[in-house]
């Protein structure tokens, strides 16, 4: 992180969000409502549509709220979006993070905080790379699931389909309190490490419910898939502990025992796992999503990043390695999710 002159952060600075998708217009579009200067640089057809008729904010608890256009700064130009800010969100996934690290360093100002709201745990290491000697670098994390709906002539609606806390790390005076907003709660963490892995452990189940076909709330409620998710992490675990790695809590459970949970019968763990089912009955992973509308995944950033660890540390992982095939397999085959059953998986 740059240690030159610093911009103060505050409620009258600038926010921009870099690649503003799913992720990227639930937290500017809360924002905004809470009084922020937001801008949003996002596609050009996602920008008339959110200029046409604005941008409607749900949540599990029931909120619908809509952002007028004019409380937006809409631009599919990064200079008009990203100069003017004094924070740069970006919510781009894994895949995008080198080109849009390019894009930032080229228009926006010096001494702008950059913040890394993304899946996977490779994203700050590519910032850094590119904009570490001339940019403030923030690492950051969003547990929720965000369903993005576009019906023709409404406001496209993003839906938060699950809960939890975004994380940053802690040690930008002002950060925090700049960008916690109703329906997007902020909190500061010093082992942003430890939450990113902890994260990417949960964000295994992205590729289960992508080959599954099924609502995320319909195959966690599933114990033959639960089991399957079960091995799967603690085959990730033993990687982890291999390389020295501690994945931290995430919304309060200890990554150790969210195999013995996964695999209770189905009466107890709807008992213990309330926060876990919290979930919108139609909501799917980001991943299932991709494979729908023929995206490539982010595959190599989620059980990839668990296959390079195993790698170096000459550990066993034939299931992520079996997961990660079928999902490259989907991806190939071009015909969205496949459907599979859990015995499917392991067989």
């Known amino acids: 992180m740059a240690s030159e002159s610093r911009i103060g952060v505050g409620a009258a600075s600038r926010v921009a969000v870099a690649g503003a998708g799913s992720i990227g217009c639930y937290v500017g579009g809360c924002l905004a409502l809470a009084g922020r200067n937001v801008a949003l640089l996002l596609r050009p057809a996602l920008g008339d549509a ?3 008729h604005g941008l409607r904010i749900t949540d599990l608890a029931g909120n619908d709220r809509l952002v007028a256009p004019a409380r937006l700064a809409l631009s599919s130009a990064p200079d008009a979006a990203l100069a003017p800010a004094d924070v740069i969100l970006v919510t781009v996934k894994s895949g995008a993070t080198a080109e849009m690290a390019d894009v930032i360093a080229r228009h926006a100002r010096p001494q702008a905080v950059v913040v890394s709201l993304q899946n996977g745990v490779g994203n700050m290491d590519v910032l850094r790379a590119r904009l570490g000697a001339t940019h403030r670098l923030v690492a950051g994390m969003v547990p929720f699931n965000v369903v993005q709906t576009h019906v023709q ?3 496209p609606r993003f839906h938060r389909a699950t809960s939890g806390t975004i994380r940053i790390a802690a040690g930008e005076p002002g950060l925090r309190d700049l ?3 109703t329906g997007a709660p902020v909190a500061e963490h010093r082992d942003m490490t430890g939450v990113l892995w902890g994260k990417l452990i ?12 099924s609502p995320l709330a319909t195959q966690i409620a599933d114990r033959r898939w639960r089991l399957v998710l079960a091995a799967q992490i603690e085959e990730a675990l033993g990687v982890l502990k291999a390389a020295g790695i501690r994945p931290t809590r995430i919304e309060g459970v200890a990554p150790g025992m969210i195999p013995a949970i996964l695999r209770l019968p189905d009466f107890l763990f709807r008992v213990l796992a309330r926060r876990m089912l919290a979930i919108d009955p139609q909501a799917r992973s980001s991943m299932w999503e991709d494979l729908q509308r023929h995206r490539p995944t982010e595959i190599d950033h989620f059980q990839g990043a668990i296959l390079a660890l195993a790698a170096k540390t000459a550990m066993s992982a034939s299931l ?8 490259k397999q989907a991806e190939t085959e071009g015909d969205g999710s496949p459907g599979l059953q859990p015995d499917q998986i392991t067989a």
Do not use: M, P
């Not at 949960?202 to 076909?213: F, I, K, Q, T």
């Open 179 to 181: 960008l916690n907003a």
């Open 50 to 52: 959110i200029a046409a």
């Open 153 to 155: 002539g409404r406001a």
């Open 202 to 213: 949960l964000n295994l189940n992205n590729a289960l419910n992508a080959l599954s076909g």
């Open 320 to 327: 992520t390695q079996r997961i990660a095939q079928l999902v």
